[in-house]
């Protein structure tokens, strides 16, 4: 029997590599996909996947990034993020192109890309990180709310369009998860993106990459289609139970 492969996006930290090391636990042979070639070079060798540099938002870096990879039976969108938290009346719309250039755009060019594969393998799984944000709105979000709706749209759209192949589709919708995403999204600030978590129990990336572990691992017929997950202090967008 080959070994079955896996591919994750956005795999240099956070989510991304926590989901890698999850599914080469799992006996899968790993694709990492980022921009930070040195990061990803490190894990692929610690898991013994192979690493691949990726810029989910350039046309020939997917394009590339696909005809490397032979044969694809999992594919985790996980490259995303938030830029900026700014009322409607002062976006930046630099900010939002980039929210919906790797959220959205990106995941689309990177399923079209490798969904023939994905088919081809006869067993194939799309699991999609989307938000608590791609079901719910909160102010001053409105550039990460809109692309995590859309994004989520488009999986849910494939589900229907790819019913009767032979390809699951999982969209996994995190709340509060303690990554680099506050840094980014506040361009870096530490102090800021701290207080995002302060006072509350927040997920860690490996609460997620266990929970796309266990999708990647349901028989063939077992189709997961939507999972939410919220820490306990979380009740929904900017709505915590912070102590202290």
Same mark, same amino acid.
């Given at each position: 029997?080959? !070994?079955r492969t896996?591919?994750?996006?956005?795999a240099?930290? *956070?989510?991304?590599?926590?989901?890698a090391?999850e599914l080469? +636990?799992?006996?899968y %042979?790993?694709?990492?996909?980022?921009r930070r070639?040195d990061?990803?070079?490190r894990?692929?060798?610690?898991i013994?996947?192979?690493?691949?540099?990726l810029?989910?938002?350039? &046309? /020939?870096?997917? #394009?590339a990034f696909?005809?490397? !990879?032979?044969?694809a039976?999992v594919?985790?969108?996980?490259a995303?993020g938030? =830029?900026?938290?700014a009322?409607? !009346?002062?976006? /930046?719309?630099? /900010?939002?192109r980039?929210?919906w250039e790797?959220?959205v @755009? *990106?995941?689309? #060019?990177?399923?079209?890309?490798?969904?023939? =594969?994905l088919i081809?393998s006869g067993d *194939?799984?799309?699991v999609?990180?989307?938000?608590?944000?791609?079901?719910e709105?909160y102010d001053?979000?409105?550039g990460?709310?809109s692309?995590k709706?859309?994004?989520?749209?488009?999986?849910?759209t494939?589900?229907? &369009? @790819? @019913? *009767?192949?032979?390809? #699951?589709?999982? &969209?996994?919708a995190p709340?509060?998860?303690e990554?680099?995403f506050?840094?980014?999204r506040f361009?870096g600030?530490?102090e800021?993106?701290?207080?995002v978590y &302060?006072?509350?129990d927040?997920?860690v990336a490996q609460d997620?990459?266990?929970?796309?572990?266990?999708?990647a691992s349901?028989p063939? %017929?077992?189709?997961l289609d +939507? !999972?939410?997950?919220k820490p306990?202090?979380?009740?929904?967008?900017g709505?915590f139970?912070?102590r202290?």
């Open positions: 029997m080959s !070994i896996a591919i994750v996006t956005g240099s930290s *956070g989510i991304g590599e926590a989901t090391r080469a +636990q799992q006996g %042979h790993v694709y990492v996909g980022a070639l990061r990803l070079r894990i692929a060798d610690e013994g996947g192979t690493a691949l540099e810029d989910v938002t350039s &046309e /020939d870096s997917v #394009r696909a005809d490397a !990879i032979d044969n039976d594919l985790v969108n996980n995303g938030a =830029k900026g938290l009322p409607v !009346i002062e976006a /930046d719309l630099d /900010d939002w980039w929210m790797t959220n @755009l *990106g995941t689309l #060019r990177v399923t079209k890309a490798l969904l023939p =594969k081809a *194939g799984l799309i999609t990180i989307t938000s608590v944000a791609a079901f709105t001053n979000g409105s990460y709310t692309a709706h859309a994004q989520a749209v488009l999986h849910r494939l589900r229907g &369009e @790819l @019913l *009767g192949q032979p390809v #699951r589709f999982t &969209e996994i709340g509060a998860v990554t680099e506050s840094l980014v361009a600030d530490a800021r993106a701290a207080k &302060e006072g509350i927040p997920l997620i990459a266990e929970i796309i572990g266990f999708v349901r063939s %017929h077992v189709n +939507q !999972i939410i997950i306990r202090d979380q009740a929904g967008p709505r139970a912070r202290g």
